[in-house]
């Protein structure tokens, strides 16, 4: 059986201001205040996050688009076994989609200010959602 190929653009909606400009071990984001910058024409979208305590922020791996590995050790270590870039963190992933769940610290225009987001300084967004939206009741609230 063989599956059937889609290709779509997708469109940054923003991008990362960190003061880690480099990639560097995930431990060092994790009480790290950092901000997104939403493109103008997308600020329209930030209505209604005001309020949540987190959210799920989707980026693209910038560095790292022809760089796709199926089998990796985890965090590079290579005294740890092979595993499946599924079953890993790597940012070495066939499309090249990280997420991460950050604390929302405030809104400030079209600034999103987080705490926890594992992304460097100018990566690109490409979606941000409430946490809560993985709850199915969420839009019944």
Not at 2 to 23: D, L
Not at 37 to 49: N, Q, S, V
């Amino acid at each position: 059986m063989t599956s059937k190929i889609y290709s779509w653009n997708i469109r940054p909606i923003g991008k990362v201001i960190s003061s880690i400009k480099e990639p560097a071990s995930t431990e060092l984001f994790y009480n790290l205040r950092s901000t997104i910058e939403i493109y103008p024409e997308f600020e329209e979208g930030l209505l209604g996050l005001q309020g949540k305590d987190e959210v799920l922020v989707i980026f693209l791996f910038h560095l790292n688009i022809d760089n796709a590995h199926l089998l990796v050790h985890p965090r590079g270590d290579i005294s740890a076994p092979l595993r499946g870039v599924f079953a890993t963190c790597s940012p070495a992933r066939p499309n090249g989609l990280g997420t991460s769940r950050c604390r929302l610290i405030a809104l400030d225009g079209p600034k999103i200010h987080l705490l926890g987001l594992e992304a460097i300084d100018g990566t690109p967004v490409i979606d941000v959602k409430p946490f809560s939206c993985l709850d199915p009741r969420y839009d019944l609230l």
